[in-house]
């Protein structure tokens, strides 16, 4: 968008609004997936800090926890045994299988690690937005400005000499016929609608 040209229509004008309406409803598509998942992570953080505190436990062959059902109700969970505890894991494709703590812990902060990479991913994929939102306004602002520039009408210092006429003592000058103030092709005020 660097080399503009120095005549600017409106349809350009127009192209320029919808291009610049598109990168901020990308933007904030991205914004929205980020705010997912950064819940999935936070989930998997509590998961796998959970899955840590199980396999610590002071005698991990009698350990006990409450477990999260939703709605606020928990129940007893109490591990005995001389093996470690199990877990049921989503494998995947609705898939579950049982697998000990430290497995479950493993797959859950590779999945965790996984997430992460989404996220800066798309993190990335934001800053490339938002720098791409702001040299397209730029150029929009520019191009308004220019077409803005184009249909002003020409101050009296700009005006030919000719049509400057100046008062003689003879005559009385002339009362200017009363107008409506003249407005632009789009009015004083552009848009991003215009």
Do not use: C
Request: hydrophobic share 35%.
């Amino acid at each position: 968008m660097e080399g503009l040209s120095p005549m600017v229509d409106r349809s350009q004008l127009q192209r320029m609004a919808k291009d610049v309406e598109a990168l901020r409803k990308r933007l904030d598509e991205i914004h929205l997936r980020m705010e997912q998942v950064d819940a999935v992570l936070s989930e998997h953080n509590i998961t796998a800090g959970a899955l840590k505190a199980l396999m610590a436990h002071e005698d991990p062959n009698n350990a006990s926890s409450h477990v999260s059902i939703g709605s606020g109700v928990s129940l007893h969970y109490k591990h005995q045994g001389s093996e470690e505890g199990i877990a049921l894991v989503d494998l995947g494709a609705g898939i579950f299988g049982e697998r000990y703590w430290s497995d479950a812990h493993a797959i859950t902060k590779e999945r965790e690690d996984d997430i992460q990479h989404l996220r800066d991913e798309l993190e990335a994929q934001a800053k490339q937005t938002e720098t791409n939102l702001a040299n397209v306004a730029q150029a929009f602002n520019t191009a308004a400005e220019q077409l803005q520039a184009m249909a002003a009408p020409p101050s009296k210092e700009t005006a030919p000499l000719q049509e400057q006429a100046i008062p003689t003592s003879e005559e009385p000058p002339a009362k200017p016929a009363r107008r409506g103030r003249k407005r632009g092709m789009f009015g004083n005020d552009l848009t991003l609608d215009d």
